[in-house]
């Protein structure tokens, strides 16, 4: 009997027909925790439906994943309805989903959103207790599996942005079985390591469960703990983890940690000269300034030097000592007349101020001299005494027993004769 060989499409495509032809998978409606979710930039979701124990290969194309109004993740438990076939050219056995609706949350989803709540009410994700990324580190610990592409991605970025920063690798597993404890174990460890300023730990992309180590609560507490600033590096930018919540910085990929954590030398460069030609500017800028003002507090010394100073106010002196003589001079004439005018007035004024009392002077004399009694007596009259009294009458004179004549030549003493009759 003649051998029967087959080519593999050959088979694959009896397989998919068989699939195809099958009324039961025409139309399947499937329980299952979504996994190792994917967003194809064509628009078709690519996925993993599982249970307890098994799981299968799941497609949504553009056409019918842009009707859903659900948003799948990993974790979420979903019920999807559509045919089962098979994929010729890889030979997968897969569903081709048409639609989706949620069937409540997965366990793994269940157990992530528990612990980051419980996390996040100790303040393990507050932003006042994250720390700075130092400008430049003098030693960087990575904390990531020995193979596989993390390490390359980061020892590449470094060394084309800063070949002076040396590296530390701490190798752990990032799956599997006891995974996490190796991670925390290494964080803690890199702390304690001489000049390490910054940890990067991570891996690459993959399903929940390919990234859960960095789920788990020990790696969580031994980066919150970390005295060491800690960027997370773990899986894809839609990627999200435990870990990136805790961790001081979170990096899209682990080539955007390396550039986080590793100053562009070049832009350092570029920044020190720039900050050179701006101090060479300023400096410039500044001596223009001391020198101009060193100028002016040369003149002002120039010019407040006593010798100078004593000579510039002689110099001053003489001058208007010149002028003030000229002066005097061009005066003098003119407050001579003046004077000579003034001194006429002058005199004017007192010959008109002296002959009103003068001639009042001349009648009170004519007047006085009128009541001069040597006068009278001169006329010819006498002055009738008792001692030095004047008697003024006939009566008074009766009374007497002497008296005196005063003449205006002299003085006779007369004596009183007793009469008797007449």
Not at 48 to 66: G, Y
Not at 125 to 133: C, E, G, H, V, Y
Not at 253 to 275: F, H, K, Q
Not at 312 to 326: D, E, G, I, S, V
Request: hydrophobic residues 40%.
């Amino acid at each position: 009997m003649p051998e029967w060989i087959i080519e593999v499409s050959d088979l694959n495509e009896y397989v998919r027909r068989t699939l195809a032809a099958d009324p039961t998978l025409r139309s399947v409606r499937l329980r299952g925790e979504i996994s190792n979710f994917k967003r194809h930039s064509s628009g078709h979701w690519y996925f993993t439906l599982k249970d307890d124990r098994c799981r299968i290969s799941a497609v949504m194309f553009r056409q019918n994943a842009m009707r859903q109004s659900i948003r799948p993740m990993d974790g979420m438990s979903v019920i999807v309805s559509g045919q089962v076939s098979l994929y010729a050219e890889s030979g997968t056995y897969q569903i081709y989903c048409e639609n989706m609706r949620p069937d409540g949350v997965g366990t793994l989803y269940q157990q992530f959103e528990a612990l980051k709540r419980k996390l996040q009410l100790e303040g393990l994700f507050d932003a006042a207790r994250k720390q700075p990324l130092p400008w430049r580190p003098r030693k960087i610990a990575v904390v990531t599996s020995r193979t596989g592409a993390v390490l390359h991605d980061i020892r590449k970025v470094s060394a084309q942005r800063d070949p002076g920063v040396p590296l530390v690798l701490l190798p752990v597993q990032v799956q599997g079985a006891g995974a996490a404890e190796e991670i925390a174990a290494a964080i803690r460890h890199a702390g304690e390591l001489p000049e390490v300023d910054v940890i990067i730990t991570g891996r690459g992309g993959g399903s929940m469960e390919d990234l859960w180590a960095f789920n788990e609560e020990i790696v969580a507490r031994a980066i919150a703990e970390s005295t060491i600033p800690v960027i997370s590096a773990v899986g894809h930018e839609t990627d999200v983890t435990i870990a990136d919540f805790v961790a001081d910085a979170r990096a899209s990929t682990p080539s955007n940690a390396a550039e986080m954590a590793v100053p562009d030398r070049r832009e350092i460069i570029a920044g020190l000269r720039g900050m050179r030609d701006h101090l060479t500017e300023a400096v410039g800028t500044l001596l223009r300034e001391k020198r101009l003002t060193l100028l002016t507090l040369q003149r002002r010394m120039a010019a407040s030097d006593p010798e100078r100073r004593i000579h510039a106010l002689l110099t001053r002196t003489a001058a208007q000592r010149m002028r003030l003589n000229a002066a005097i001079d061009a005066r003098l004439p003119q407050l001579a007349q003046r004077i000579a005018m003034a001194g006429m007035r002058l005199d004017s004024a007192i010959d008109r101020r002296l002959t009103g009392p003068q001639e009042r002077i001349d009648r009170a004399r004519a007047r006085l001299a009128a009541l001069n009694p040597s006068a009278v007596l001169e006329r010819g009259y006498a002055l009738v005494l008792d001692g030095e009294s004047v008697v003024g009458s006939a009566e008074g004179a009766k009374k007497l027993d002497h008296m005196t004549l005063r003449f205006h030549d002299g003085s006779v003493r007369v004596v009183k004769e007793d009469t008797h009759g007449g």
